[in-house]
């Protein structure tokens, strides 16, 4: 586990550098899944490559992110690509 400080310090500028999240910046498809599970409340998925965009037979990709309710504010609780 990390603190907030840590993250921002030592992760913030990797993840802004991730061609899969620079790609998500411009998606245009967004899907929000209410999921009220341990992981996240919401899942924002954002479609990131296209099925052959990156590679012929490439399955495409999507970035999730999520976010966590806590006293009411959502909170960032984390990212993944999918697949």
């Known amino acids: 586990m990390t603190d907030r400080k840590h993250f921002f310090e030592n992760f ?3 993840i802004n ?3 899969s999240f620079k790609k998500a910046k411009t998606s245009s498809e967004l899907i929000i899944i209410n999921e009220n599970n341990k992981q996240s409340d919401i899942t924002a998925y954002l479609t990131t490559w296209e099925k052959g965009e990156l590679a012929e037979n490439h399955e495409g ?6 976010l966590k309710k ?6 960032f609780a984390g990212i993944e690509t999918i697949p």
């Open 70 to 75: 806590i006293n009411g504010e959502l909170k």
């Open 12 to 14: 913030i500028e990797k």
């Open 61 to 66: 990709e999507q970035l999730g992110i999520y």
């Open 17 to 19: 550098k991730f061609e």
